[in-house]
């Protein structure tokens, strides 16, 4: 399911929750997944939004796609510790938080600037 309301991207919001389903052993390898067409046609979203996330997997290399076998859980993938996507995650939350205040883009960087020169 995608909350269009949530402020986070719908590819995002897929990818995420497909790395949960795989984590939590709801997807586990081998598992076949819908088609492009059909997740994209059950989630309301463009084709090219569900087709971005399972590239993504796949560049990963958590999916596999082979011709006429579709798309299958290629592994599990371990938990994040890649700092550029702990980094994004957090940079989201902040920008949710600065729009839910009313704040603008430059006045949440100056909010950045000032935080990290003063060790937070």
Not at 9 to 28: F, I, S, T, Y
Not at 106 to 120: F, I, K
């Given at each position: ?74 592994a599990v993938p371990q938990p ?21 205040l009313g704040v603008n883009s ?15």
């Open positions: 399911m995608v909350d269009p309301d949530s402020g986070v991207a719908p590819w995002r919001q897929v990818r995420d929750q497909l790395l949960h389903l795989m984590r939590v052993g709801e997807l586990p390898v081998g598992a076949l997944l819908p088609s492009i067409r059909q997740l994209a046609r059950d989630l309301g979203l463009s084709v090219g939004t569900v087709a971005r996330v399972y590239r993504e997997l796949e560049t990963a290399g958590l999916l596999h796609t082979a011709r006429r076998a579709g798309t299958v859980v290629a994040e510790t890649d700092v550029a996507t702990a980094l994004d995650d957090a940079a989201t939350h902040y920008v949710l938080a600065a729009k839910a430059h006045h949440a960087v100056q909010a950045v600037l000032h935080a990290y020169r003063n060790g937070g």
